[in-house]
């Protein structure tokens, strides 16, 4: 018998023949297969994986969270606003320097070309010729200011107390009252009854029948006149 070889496996043991119940005799229907011959040697399947590494395992780190929308959003937004700053700064920066250069530099200019200018040879004015002597001139007549007119003063405007249309001076010669508008009290003006109706300004009743200048006129009758009227009403038809 041949030694087994060390770390290999003994081969399994043939089965065993099972009696078959529907043979008369009660044998096993099996045939029984010869055993391998023990002078074989037995080797252990080829692991054809055993030079692949192994993969490491999985790397357990803290997990990252993918922050909301929301906040994205927000982050975004203030980024641009940070941006837009930072860009008006520098646009700034700019445009001072620009302004800067352009207003010294103009000036510096200036005052280059000025001192650069060459110095101005001074002027002599000409001497002036002698004037000739002229004739002495004969003093001229002279004429006395006229005397100023003494102002026209206007006259003063003409009296009328009463402001019945007549003067004072005017009711004087009439004999009329000159502070009373209507001097016989007969409902007539003195102005009105002198120079419209011709009427005596000092008798209430001129025409002497019974009813007074004032109440004639105001029915429609001639105050100097009995029974006349001042106009004619036309008859009814």
Do not use: C
């Amino acid at each position: 018998m041949f030694e087994q070889p060390v770390g290999t496996t003994p081969p399994p043991p043939p089965p065993k023949p099972q009696a078959d119940p529907s043979h008369p005799t009660g044998q096993s229907s099996v045939t029984p297969q010869a055993p391998p011959p023990a002078n074989l040697p037995v080797t252990e399947p080829v692991d054809i994986f055993a030079g692949v590494k192994e993969p490491p395992p999985p790397n357990d780190g803290p997990a990252t969270s993918v922050p909301p929308f929301g906040e994205q959003a927000a982050r975004s937004g203030m980024g641009k606003k940070v941006l837009l700053i930072i860009g008006g700064v520098v646009l700034l920066a700019i445009i001072g320097i620009v302004v800067w250069f352009t207003l010294f530099q103009g000036e510096e200019d200036v005052v280059v070309q000025t001192s650069e200018l060459p110095a101005a040879a001074p002027v002599t004015p000409p001497a002036p010729e002698p004037a000739e002597a002229s004739p002495a001139a004969a003093p001229e007549p002279t004429t006395p200011a006229p005397t100023p007119a003494a102002p026209v003063e206007p006259s003063a405007p003409t009296a009328d107390a009463d402001a019945d249309g007549l003067t004072d001076e005017e009711e004087r010669t009439l004999g009329t009252n000159p502070q009373s508008a209507d001097s016989d009290q007969d409902g007539l003006a003195d102005r009105d009854e002198v120079r419209v109706y011709r009427t005596d300004p000092m008798n209430s009743d001129t025409d002497g029948d019974g009813f007074q200048d004032g109440a004639e006129v105001r029915n429609g009758y001639d105050p100097a006149a009995k029974g006349k009227r001042l106009f004619e009403v036309p008859p009814a038809p």
